[in-house]
């Protein structure tokens, strides 16, 4: 089982920029796949970025193409994203998720383990 506990969220104009945080411990991060999933009040949680054990590969949500970037440093044990261009519809809690393997998927259900979530909202 894997603990994540993110953190970075909070209140932005349009245009702004916010970087979020998720500091994994429990099984050895650098063998697992990390993603981004953010829920908007009375919607399903969705996906918005994905990458692989190394780094190597990410994958976006087409809502967030060219303006969200999902790193990750194994030796800290951390997962990032950083939102640039931040829109009103971009408001939603964000959570990071563990997936059971190497590359990760965009659905939910393949993720074992998430945390608590933290709270983006971007002003108009």
């Known amino acids: 089982q894997v603990q994540l506990v993110e953190s970075g969220g909070g209140l932005v104009q349009a245009g702004g920029s916010l970087r979020l945080s998720c500091a994994a411990s429990?099984?050895?991060?650098?063998?697992?796949?990390m993603g981004w999933f953010r829920q908007a009040p009375g919607k399903e949680r969705e996906f918005v970025a994905r990458?692989?054990?190394?780094?190597?590969?990410?994958y976006y949500a087409d809502s967030v193409k060219g303006r969200f970037t999902i790193s990750r440093d194994n030796a800290k044990n951390t997962v990032y994203l950083q939102m640039n261009s931040l829109k009103p519809e971009d408001t939603a809690v964000y959570y990071c998720?563990?997936?059971?393997?190497?590359?990760?998927?965009?659905?939910?259900?393949?993720?074992?383990?998430w945390g608590q979530g933290t709270q983006v909202t971007v002003s108009s």
């Open positions: 429990g099984r050895t991060f650098s063998s697992y796949a």
């Open positions: 998720a563990a997936h059971g393997g190497r590359y990760g998927s965009s659905r939910r259900q393949e993720y074992d383990s």
């Open positions: 990458i692989s054990w190394s780094g190597g590969n990410t």
